[in-house]
Nanobody
Framework: QVQLVESGGGLVQAGGSLRLSCDAS????????MGWYRQAPGKQRELVAL???????NYADSVKGRFAISRDNTKNTVYLQMNNLKVEDTAVYYC???????????WGQGTQVTVSS
């Protein structure tokens, strides 16, 4: 069973920065892609950023230019650097790992990010 453990959330003022970490219990090479999603109160979970096995990245339009996803294969960790945070970035952030064959999604427990004005 794969475990994903997020950390790094917290309370920050608008314009500030946070870095989230997602530690995987097995080699992240085994996943076709990893990513970060978020869910704000009363809203559906939405994609924030993806990183594929070839280190290709993809971002939601709302975070482009402010957030950066990266990976450290030696530590089996994926990061989300969040800069110039906005109040609307407030949400629970979830780490996701996906395999194509078989098609399986693994999720972390989530970490709260709160941005104050």
């Amino acid at each position: 069973q794969v475990q994903l453990v997020e950390s790094g959330g917290g309370l920050v003022q608008a314009g500030g920065s946070l870095r989230l970490s997602c530690d995987a219990s097995r080699s992240i090479f085994s996943f076709n892609r990893m990513g970060w999603y978020r869910q704000a109160p009363g809203k559906q979970r939405e994609l924030v950023a993806l990183i594929f096995s070839g280190s290709i990245t993809n971002y939601a339009d709302s975070v482009k230019g402010r957030f950066a996803i990266s990976r450290d294969n030696t530590k089996n960790t994926v990061y989300l650097q969040m800069n110039n945070l906005k109040v609307e970035d407030t949400a629970v952030y979830y780490c996701n790992a996906h395999t194509n064959l078989p098609p399986v999604d693994y999720w972390g427990q989530g970490t709260q990010v709160t941005v104050s004005s």
